[in-house]
């Protein structure tokens, strides 16, 4: 069942405009959140802006993962 998800996942970035921009923008919030992570002192507004960027990726990786169960048709 993986294996299959991961190939409709490299099918859609191949493929899909919305799906790359999506995957593309998840990944630099993950490298945002490392970045917030690594500050010393961690501030309120770290705090604050940490909670904005894991609720962005989370809704990212919401709606990519329901592209990943839409049907695909593969050539």
Known sequence: MEL???EIQ???SNETEEY???AERHRDYELRLQHIAN???FTQ?????ESVVKKRKLLIRDRLQALT???VEVA
């Open 4 to 6: 299959l998800e991961t």
């Open 39 to 41: 500050r010393r002192p």
């Open 20 to 22: 790359r921009r999506l």
């Open 69 to 71: 169960r839409l049907p």
């Open 10 to 12: 490299g099918h859609l």
């Open 45 to 49: 507004q770290d705090w604050f802006e």
